[in-house]
């Protein structure tokens, strides 16, 4: 019975990825399904070998990762999903995570891949693992956000920034936008927050997710931080009134 029960979701899955796309993309090929359990039946699969798929700049391409990498970040990655209630992820609609490593999207280095439509996030995990945890949140933000497309309203979070601010409109024309947690950048948390206001509320979210000290601090000393804090956080009380973020 378990092995018709995985072999149903593999074929349920490997017949959307075929069918849909992922910024643009055709396909998925060569996926697996990776045996971690949790607690809100996400599902996890691993890229079987190298694939890239897409069009043009909007092609995504990925690397295997070994079973030892797996097994270095599966504790990790379980963690940072248990976070998520079943309840909260059925809201937002995520259902799969794609792992793999050497991960690019337009033949530039990335960390994650969301695809609402695909109910899916696509995760490098060849990465340090305070990254790593970081990245799913943001990933998942984006998840968030397009399903809750009217909640997370652009203008209102750019009415948050100093009325000098400009975003550069655009993620990824360049390599150079560090994830790193930055000090002297009044209202934002990175360098890649200063990129768009999507990326700015995903950066900020996953920030929060983590609520490490040095972020507090952070924080604390900046009054629009802090209120980019109170909006995500009034916001997802609206998605599921039960979320904790501590």
């Not at 378990?2 to 992922?22: G, P, Q, W």
């Not at 995520?94 to 690019?104: A, S």
């Not at 998840?143 to 948050?160: A, G, P, V």
Request: hydrophobic share 35%; charged share 25%.
């Amino acid at each position: 019975m378990k092995l018709i029960k995985i072999l149903t979701i593999v074929l349920f899955f490997s017949t959307n990825v075929l069918a849909d796309t992922i910024y643009y993309l055709l396909r998925i090929p060569n996926l697996e399904i990776v045996d971690f359990e949790n607690n809100n039946q996400i599902k996890t699969f691993k890229a079987k070998k190298y694939f890239k798929v897409g069009i043009k700049d909007n092609n995504v391409e990925c690397y295997s990762p070994n079973n030892q990498l797996i097994k270095e970040k599966r504790k990790l990655i379980i963690e940072n999903m248990n976070i998520y209630s079943e309840i909260f992820l059925n809201k937002i609609n995520l259902k799969f995570i794609v792992i793999c490593k050497d991960l690019q999207v337009a033949s530039i280095p990335a960390l994650g891949v969301p695809n609402h439509a695909l109910k899916t996030i696509i995760i490098n995990i060849n990465i340090d693992d305070y990254k790593l945890s970081r990245t799913i949140h943001h990933e998942i933000f984006h998840i968030i956000n397009d399903q809750y497309i009217d909640t997370f309203k652009t203008s209102d979070w750019e009415s948050l920034n100093s009325y000098q601010f400009k975003y550069t409109d655009c993620s990824t024309c360049t390599d150079k936008y560090g994830m790193e947690l930055v000090k002297n950048k009044k209202g934002f948390l990175s360098e890649y927050s200063q990129s768009t206001p999507r990326e700015d509320m995903a950066e900020t979210y996953s920030f929060l997710i983590l609520n490490d000290a040095k972020t507090r601090k952070v924080i604390s000393n900046d009054n629009i931080l802090t209120n980019k804090i109170n909006y995500i956080k009034s916001r997802i009380y609206k998605i599921d009134k039960n979320f904790k973020f501590d």
